[in-house]
């Protein structure tokens, strides 16, 4: 599994950008010609001419920075890649042949594989650093933005596979094995506090006690130094037990997590009630299913992962964890395949339906406490199939549709409404994006927070947005004034390590905020867009005003279809709101 095919072309993006043909080294002399191969070799379908232009040579006008495309690709072809390329009038692509390998294609090609220790290995192996480390591409925003996003990207895919890889060594007894992939873990997440206690439980067992506390102790004078903190409860009790001499059985029996989980979120506040709220509703398994539900970019996936990384949930369900995310068009057979594979039922033969890998998991499970996490899901008959557990586990699911909230659940207590942050929980957030832009425009930022309303994907944007504005150099004030007007939000990219864009590349706000409105009929998209004339701070209304905007005598059936969708909201006595992203969003469907 570890070994790779000798193709004509090698496309090494992990760490330094290297291309090999035939074993020898090609030397691409041109920045741009080598960010322009990386974009494509990780780009998923064609790419527009414009894009490329734009991304390389932002500060260009058009005829130039087409021209630099034009010399970025002269330049491909003439070091021997030309038939590697797809090349129209309007779109370039890497065209997908045996004959080409990129390690990044192959890396996600794998992580979507049944994970076996030989998979995992494979995808770890495959990491050798940083996609494009050392790569930087002058006068680029954009290609800086994109460059970013992926290595965190990449970056959570691996520690998600380096967890797994260290769980499946413990699960089969083999300590020595787990350490060196742990060692790597805490190389590049340092401050993983779950990381720390899983490397002195494995010292203490291969007979290194010292050393175990000796990673401890290193960890809480570093944790104190530089966060101002101190280590959680439970690694401070592994820690007196160790120095003790008492048994590790407690800690070895600690929940195995079965499934191929989201890594663990790298930035949540403010979001300590929601976790106890939804805590306390998981105990009551027996009430049926619990919803997340809330505006696009509440942060729904977010609190799904951490509750599905969370101690106590694993101490409650101690049979494990099994997490799918579902989207708009998932493959129902593959992931159930997964689960299966996850808990040890073998499915040799390919011919299994939906239905019988359904009935299998059930006789199964039916006897096991585990927590089910079926992560936004559009369709109600796609969440279906997942019901596998028995009456002494739990479901957890999370959409941002109402309807198939209310369809899902048994009663209306059982829909948690994910609420928005509060301007205290919105300041805090920013200031570890921002900090010192949050202290040297106080004012300013306080009424960008109210303008954003809470919304933790609209303040994650925003403050990464203005910490790369501060660390050019440049002043802040006209872009918090472009954010506050929304616009500025939408082009920008989503963060790439936000549990719920993990899995997938990075796409903008705007896209993000397309697949709720993209699934409305055209009449119902119409009657959306118009709700960009409200003014937002926030954007409410009533029936008179839905009738005078939309002009229609009866505008029940669309406001029906819009909360429906999870795209507006009732707040009772008759009035509707909808988010100033929303606002923004409609605003650009509308061209106001």
Not at 148 to 160: C, G, L, R, S, V
Not at 166 to 193: G, H, K, N, T
């Amino acid at each position: 599994m570890t070994e790779r095919v000798e193709t004509s072309i090698q496309i090494f993006l992990f760490g330094a950008p290297q291309i090999k043909q035939g074993g020898d080294t090609l030397h691409i002399n041109r920045r741009k010609a080598m960010a322009l191969l990386a974009y494509l070799a990780i780009a998923e379908s064609p790419v527009s001419r414009t894009a490329l232009a734009v991304l390389l040579s932002p500060d260009l006008d058009s005829a130039r920075s087409n021209a630099e495309l034009r010399r970025a690709l002269a330049t491909l072809k003439e070091i021997g890649l030309g038939s590697t390329l797809i090349c129209t009038r309007d779109t370039v692509a890497l065209t997908h042949s045996p004959d080409i390998w990129v390690d990044a294609q192959q890396f996600d090609y794998l992580f979507k594989q049944p994970w076996n220790t030989d998979i995992l290995q494979a995808v770890i192996d495959l990491y050798q650093d940083d996609l494009m480390s050392g790569f930087f591409l002058r006068g680029s925003d954009a290609f800086y933005d994109w460059q970013f996003a992926q290595q965190q990207m990449y970056q959570q895919k691996f520690i998600a596979a380096l967890e797994k890889l260290v769980q499946l060594y413990i699960q089969r007894q083999d300590y020595e094995a787990a350490i060196p992939i742990l060692e790597r873990w805490l190389i590049i997440d340092s401050f993983d506090e779950h990381a720390h206690r899983q490397a002195m439980q494995l010292y203490t067992l291969i007979g290194q006690p010292l050393t175990a506390q000796r990673i401890y102790e290193n960890y809480a004078s570093r944790l104190q130094a530089e966060m101002g903190t101190l280590p959680e409860r439970e690694t401070v009790q592994l820690y007196e037990d160790i120095k003790e001499e008492r048994g590790l059985v407690p800690y070895l029996n600690a929940t195995p997590i079965v499934g191929k989980l989201p890594p663990v979120p790298s930035l949540v506040l403010g979001r300590e009630e929601a976790i106890a709220d939804l805590k306390r509703m998981l105990a009551i398994s027996e009430a049926g299913p619990i919803v997340i539900q809330g505006w696009p970019g509440i942060g729904k996936t977010t609190l799904s992962a951490m509750l599905a990384h969370d101690p106590e949930i694993h101490a409650a369900f101690p049979d494990g964890v099994l997490w799918v995310s579902l989207g708009e068009y998932p493959n129902i057979l593959a992931e159930l395949k997964t689960w299966a594979d996850a808990v040890g039922l073998s499915l040799n033969e390919d011919k299994f339906t939906v239905e019988e890998v359904c009935a299998r998991l059930t006789a199964l499970l039916k006897d096991k406490k585990m927590l089910f996490i079926m992560d936004d899901v559009w369709n109600v008959s796609d969440f279906t199939p997942f019901q596998v557990g028995g009456s002494h586990s739990a479901v957890l699911a999370s959409s941002r549709a109402n309807d198939v909230a209310r369809t899902i659940t048994v009663s209306p207590e059982r829909i948690y409404k994910l609420p928005i942050l509060t301007e205290d929980q919105s300041l805090d957030l920013l200031k570890v994006l921002a900090h010192e832009v949050v202290e040297q425009n106080h004012d300013a930022v306080c009424e960008l927070i109210r303008d954003l309303e809470g919304l933790p994907l609209a303040l994650q944007v925003a403050g990464r947005l203005l910490w790369a504005e501060q660390s050019m150099g440049w002043g802040v004030e006209d872009l918090l004034v472009e954010l506050r007007e929304g616009a500025r939000l939408l082009e920008a990219r989503t963060p790439a390590d936000r549990a719920e864009f993990v899995q997938e590349t990075p796409t903008t706000v705007t896209v993000l905020l397309r697949r709720s409105t993209d699934r409305l009929d055209p009449e119902a998209r119409q009657y959306f867009a118009l709700l960009g004339v409200f003014a937002p701070k926030p954007a409410t209304f009533d029936l008179a005003a839905l009738e005078a905007v939309w002009d229609i005598a009866d505008p029940k059936p669309i406001i029906r279809v819009l909360v429906n969708r999870g795209l507006m909201e009732p707040l009772g006595s008759g009035d509707f709101q909808i988010h100033a992203l929303l606002v923004a969003h409609a605003k650009s469907l509308f061209g106001v």
